[in-house]
């Protein structure tokens, strides 16, 4: 296996990157189809039997794996730039998060099934995210630094086309046909539950072109207990360091605040469009699939925008759009109107991560790229678990998902009021 370095960056086969993006499409039915749209809506409807009760407990399970996560991500980061390669800790992780996901047909449609649905969906999101951590890492040893914005962005857009393939397959094979496919009972609810196993499935047949095209950094020849010495040494080395960093330290902080709103939106946004607006599992599957293609879209797009422009740019861009389209999905009544924000929302998610992502990669030092994506990871995860709790805190209080949902509208402004403070390196 050739080794990334920063000469490889500007000839890396295209078969490479290609498997380096093709994560992203192996990953995204996991989001897409169980924290998002289809298992969280039989979450509250089918398992819990209380809508308002299940979305509450939806939150505390989302808080419950962003803790962990957000303690968790900056030590592996560390160790893994301490050990060299990648690509093991990202085989450790997806294996979690595939197992995680296929555990979830067990959950039946009655209460007795709550405790293992969360567990479970905590337990995938653990590895889901961590897997993230590695793989965000992995960009800049792959591509020059004109080219970040670019393939950051074609990543993101492959994920949601990955989501939305996903979503197809289970609203025509599953959910609508009159006899699912392979003779799944929907007295049951094992069309539904299906979705968990073809996450885990769809993740470890999509990921193995990462595995095998995707070059990775060699081996360091340290034993195990020497890299987590090390890693740990190197992370508290990197965080008393930080006062070097103003400028990463800056965007950080402004990352995890907006970043909390996007956590919450995916959490909740199946939940709330089912709920609130009747929405059958039928119609949130199709409001998912066009979320999906807009959502795709948007990141295509900005991707070139954020190489022309600059990643500052295009999260301004995508930060303004996000609040206005927030805005309006929680103060319609009308489910035509949510249609059309909800829709309009997409177009602004992805190039929000994307640009995130490739401007993490610009500042941060080529010698310390995973332990500050580990940091990344950190700040996008580090108030995650907050954001969820206080949408079901708010829940609990009001009764009202819609009170609820609107706490987004005020992590996005603040990310965006931060976010002002950032400088951007000049674009080479």
């Known amino acids: 296996m050739a080794q990334a370095s920063d000469d490889a960056s500007t000839r890396t086969p295209t078969r490479g990157l290609v498997g380096w993006a093709l994560y992203d499409w192996a990953n995204s039915p996991f989001t897409t189809l169980i924290i998002t749209f289809v298992f969280s809506a039989y979450f509250s409807r089918g398992i819990v039997g209380d809508e308002v009760r299940g979305a509450e407990l939806w939150g505390y399970t989302a808080s419950i794996a962003g803790l962990v996560i957000a303690l968790g991500s900056p030590v592996l980061g560390a160790i893994a730039d301490a050990g060299g390669p990648r690509k093991p800790w990202l085989l450790v992780f997806t294996a979690i998060c595939v197992v995680g996901s296929g555990a979830l047909w067990y959950a039946g449609p009655a209460p007795e099934f709550i405790t293992w649905a969360m567990v479970w969906v905590v337990i995938a999101t653990i590895g889901f995210e961590f897997g993230i951590v590695f793989n965000n890492a992995m960009l800049p040893d792959l591509v020059a630094p004109a080219r970040l914005g670019r393939w950051s962005g074609w990543a993101w857009g492959l994920g949601y086309f990955g989501g939305l393939a996903a979503m197809v397959a289970t609203l025509f094979l599953f959910v609508q046909a009159e006899t699912p496919l392979l003779g799944l009972d929907k007295e049951s609810a094992e069309h539904v539950r299906v979705v ?28 195990l207990g020497e890299k987590v010495r090390r890693g740990l040494s190197n992370l508290w080395g990197t965080l008393m360091r930080l006062r070097d960093h103003g400028n990463i330290v800056r965007f950080l902080i402004a990352r995890m605040i907006y970043a909390d709103g996007l956590v919450t939106v995916f959490a909740f946004g199946g939940i709330y469009a089912a709920d609130t607006f009747g929405m059958a599992l039928e119609q949130v599957i199709i409001f998912g699939i066009v979320l999906n293609v807009t959502a795709g879209i948007g990141a295509f797009g900005f991707a070139w925008l954020d190489d022309w422009f600059g990643s500052k740019r295009v999260i301004y861009i995508s930060l303004s759009g996000l609040l206005a389209t927030a805005l309006g999905a929680v103060v319609v009544q009308d489910v035509a109107w949510f249609w059309v924000w909800g829709s309009l929302l997409g177009i602004f998610v992805g190039p929000a991560q994307a640009a995130s992502r ?60 931060l976010l002002l403070t950032v400088k951007e390196p000049e674009r080479v």
């Open 196 to 223: 968990g196993p073809l996450a885990a499935v769809w993740f470890a047949v999509f990921v193995w072109p990462m595995f095998v095209f995707t070059p990775d950094r060699d081996r360091s020849g340290l034993a």
């Open 358 to 417: 490739s401007l993490m990669a610009r500042l941060a030092p080529a010698e310390l790229r995973t332990e500050f994506f580990g940091l990344y990871a950190l700040t996008g995860k580090a108030t995650a678990f907050a954001g969820p709790a206080l949408v079901a805190i708010v829940i609990a209080a009001t009764e009202s998902q819609r009170w609820g949902l609107s706490t987004v509208l005020a992590f996005f402004a603040v990310g965006f009021l």
